[in-house]
C-alpha cells in the first residue's frame, strides 16, 4: 500500500495507550507526521518514541481534552511543528462505571460526559477553523458500539457515545461544503488497558465475548486501520458515517 499521508499534518489525541497509540502508529508508518497528545505525559511520550524508531515523525503533548486552552494548544502546537492540519483522531475517552441508571453518580456523569464528549467539541473547535486555513480535511472521532445501540449497566458511557454520533453527523453536515470530511468509528471491545480492567472480572470477560458474534475481541490496530480509511482519500464520499468495527456485534 502506498502512503496514503504523506506530509500531511495529523493530530490523535489519547495516544498514549491502546486504540490512540495503535492508529498514530499506523499514520506515522503511512507517512503521516503526527503530533500524539494524552493526558499522561509519560505514555504518550512512549508513543512518539515508537513512532521515531520506527523512522516516522512523532510531537509528543500533554494535553486534556476537557479543558478548552488544551484543545487549542493542541492545535497550535500541530500548526507550528508541521506548518498545518490535514487530520484529527479525536479518540480520547474514559470508560464507563458500570452500574444501573439509577445507582450513578453525578460526579460519574460530569467526568464521562467531559471527556468522551465536551472533548470531542472542544477538539473539533479549534481543529475546524485549522483545517479550513489549509483548505480541508478530514476526522475521525471515536465512539463505541456503545454509540449505536444501548447496553446495560454502562448508561452514562452509552449515552456519551451516542452524543459522539450525533455531534460527528451534525458537525459533518456543518461543513460539508467546506472541503472538511467527519465521521466516527464505533469499537466494539477491543484489546486495549481501558477493557483489561474490565476482564478482571471473568464473568464480565465471559459476558462480553459472548456479545461479540466473531468470537474474539478486537486489536487495536483493527480499529486503526478502519480509522486511516475514514480518514483517507479512499472515503472520499464518505460523511457523516459512524462506522461500527466490532465484530458483528452492532449486526445482531
Ligand atoms: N477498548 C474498547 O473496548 C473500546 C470500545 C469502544 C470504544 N472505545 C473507545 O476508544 C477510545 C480509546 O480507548 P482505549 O480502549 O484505547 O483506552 P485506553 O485507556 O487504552 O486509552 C485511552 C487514552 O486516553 C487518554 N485519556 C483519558 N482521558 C483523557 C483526557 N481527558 N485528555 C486526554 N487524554 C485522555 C488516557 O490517558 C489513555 O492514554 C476511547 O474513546 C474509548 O471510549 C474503546
Known amino acids: 500500500m502506498?502512503?496514503?499521508?504523506?506530509?500531511?499534518?495529523?493530530?490523535?489525541?489519547g495516544a498514549g495507550s491502546g486504540i490512540g497509540r495503535a492508529t498514530a502508529r499506523l499514520f506515522a508508518a503511512?507517512?503521516?507526521?503526527?503530533?500524539v497528545a494524552d493526558q499522561n505525559e509519560a505514555d504518550v511520550h512512549k508513543t512518539a518514541a515508537l513512532i521515531r524508531d520506527a523512522g516516522g515523525e512523532a510531537v509528543a503533548l500533554r494535553a486534556d481534552v476537557s479543558r478548552?486552552?488544551?484543545?487549542?494548544?493542541?492545535?497550535?502546537?500541530?500548526?507550528?511543528?508541521y506548518g498545518r492540519l490535514n487530520v484529527a483522531f479525536n479518540n480520547a475517552g474514559?470508560?464507563?462505571?458500570?452500574?444501573?441508571?439509577?445507582?450513578?453518580?453525578?460526579?460519574?456523569?460530569?467526568?464521562?460526559?467531559?471527556?468522551?464528549?465536551?472533548?470531542?467539541?472542544?477538539?473539533?473547535?479549534?481543529?475546524?477553523?485549522?483545517?479550513l486555513a489549509a483548505g480541508g480535511g478530514a476526522i475521525v472521532n471515536t465512539a463505541s458500539a456503545a454509540g449505536l445501540v444501548g447496553e446495560r449497566g454502562i448508561g452514562i458511557y452509552t449515552a456519551s457515545k451516542h452524543g459522539v454520533?450525533?455531534?460527528?453527523k451534525t458537525a459533518a453536515l456543518?461543513?460539508?461544503?467546506?472541503?472538511?470530511?467527519?465521521?466516527?468509528?464505533?469499537?466494539?471491545?477491543?484489546?486495549?488497558?481501558?477493557?483489561?480492567?474490565?476482564?478482571?472480572?471473568?464473568?464480565?470477560?465471559t459476558f462480553i465475548l459472548s456479545r461479540h458474534p466473531i468470537g474474539r475481541i478486537g486489536e487495536p490496530e483493527e480499529i486503526g486501520r478502519a480509522v486511516l480509511f475514514l480518514a483517507s482519500d479512499d472515503a472520499s464520499y464518505i460523511v457523516g458515517?459512524?462506522?461500527?468495527?466490532?465484530?458483528?456485534?452492532t449486526a445482531q
Open 68 to 81: 478548552e486552552a488544551d484543545c487549542r494548544a493542541m492545535v497550535e502546537r500541530t500548526l507550528a511543528a
Open 174 to 205: 456543518d461543513y460539508i461544503g467546506q472541503g472538511i470530511r467527519i465521521n466516527a468509528v464505533c469499537p466494539g471491545a477491543t484489546r486495549t488497558p481501558m477493557l483489561a480492567a474490565w476482564f478482571q472480572d471473568p464473568k464480565v470477560e
Open 30 to 35: 503511512e507517512g503521516g507526521r503526527v503530533v
Open 94 to 131: 474514559i470508560g464507563a462505571s458500570g452500574f444501573a441508571v439509577a445507582d450513578e453518580e453525578e460526579v460519574t456523569w460530569n467526568r464521562l460526559i467531559d471527556v468522551n464528549l465536551k472533548g470531542v467539541f472542544l477538539s473539533m473547535k479549534y481543529e475546524i477553523p485549522a483545517m
Open 241 to 249: 458515517q459512524a462506522l461500527a468495527v466490532d465484530g458483528g456485534l
Open 165 to 168: 454520533v450525533g455531534l460527528t
Open 2 to 13: 502506498g502512503k496514503r499521508f504523506a506530509d500531511r499534518g495529523i493530530l490523535v489525541t
